[in-house]
């Protein structure tokens, strides 16, 4: 189990690149599949962890990283779409990126919190709305998707800004 929950963290990490193809041509539809194939890989993968009493370190390290590859694709695509304002996206890459590193130099071990979780499944929703193809639905309905796509994403922000607090100040009590 702890192979297959492995794999499934690498396939999710490999899509990131498809899915900027793939909204870079226009086709929504694919990028949509993908993020949605790869938000259930990150469900599936945790899940078969757990079956298997914890996964392991490499895939423990690994499984953040792929998360963050595969939205920022769509993330950075609708920024330069102008759906998403450039300093949101850059207060959370910056946070990504701090995050990460804070979590990788632990010693001890530094799961996700609740947050932290709460913000990666606000993250998948947000984006999955935003790019919802109008081909799938009337153009009102897809723009109420989007709008609420948007509040998502600002409050998955939020969360990422809460959660980035809470990993500083519990590494400060580790040391």
Known sequence: MRTLADSLTIFRALIGLPVIFSLSIGWL????????????????????????DGGTAW???????????????????????????????WMLFSRELLVTLWRSNDKKGCPASRIGKSKTILQFISVLLMIWPMSWAGQSLVFEL???????????LFAALVSSINYLYFSKQRI
Do not use: M, Q, V
């Not at 423990?60 to 920022?72: F, Q, R, S, V, Y």
């Open 59 to 89: 895939g423990a390290k690994l499984d953040p990283l792929a998360d963050k590859i595969l939205l920022t694709a769509p993330i950075l695509w609708l920024t330069a779409n102008g759906e998403i304002p450039l300093w949101a996206t």
């Open 29 to 52: 539809w694919l990028a949509w599949i993908l993020t949605f194939t790869g938000g259930l890989t990150d469900f599936a993968d945790g899940y078969l962890a757990r079956k298997a």
């Open 146 to 156: 989007h709008r609420c796509g948007l509040i998502l994403f600002w409050l998955s």
